[in-house]
């Protein structure tokens, strides 16, 4: 009985990663299942190919943006910020490798917010990358609730200043 029913689950499941499959080669998946997929291990070239698009599209909207963003922006801190849930999404979809491959974006904005989604995931980044990062001297600008911080790459990698009850993340690969 349980060897039918796990037969049963797998067959089932088979039919329902199938049945993904041809939706997003059809392009009938929306944005929010591609992030889930993100989550398994993408087994087919279909799969991998839709996912990397997806976070090809959220990396250029985000580098549209002149500036690093909170949640919440304005007087207050009581606007919802669209660059911020730009961020939120690419977070939750890219893996440790995407995430280490826009360290090097053209982009500081996504170099800033790739970094700091890794910091916020606890993933481990390229140490030669950051130590690079750590002396980008690119300005940016930061919208801190209804504050605008003028800094530095430098400074935001540097200072961890997303999160600063962490340690430095310049010293967060180190092994003591």
Known sequence: MKFKLLT??????????KTYSLSARDGVIDDDEVELLAQWELMNADDSLRHQQHIDILANELAESSQITEEFTG???M??????????????A????ELNELLTHESPVIRVYAHRAMMERNLNPNPDVVA???????EIEWLNGDVL?????MDMVSSNMFRPEERDSLVAFLNF
């Open 94 to 97: 890219a893996n440790e490798f």
């Open 149 to 153: 911080i003028h800094t530095t790459v």
């Open 79 to 92: 606007v919802k910020c669209t660059t911020y849930h730009r961020y939120a999404r690419l977070r939750k």
């Open 8 to 17: 049963l689950f797998s067959i089932i499941l088979a039919l329902v990663i």
């Open 75 to 77: 007087a207050g801190a």
């Open 132 to 138: 690079q990062m750590a002396a980008d001297s690119t």
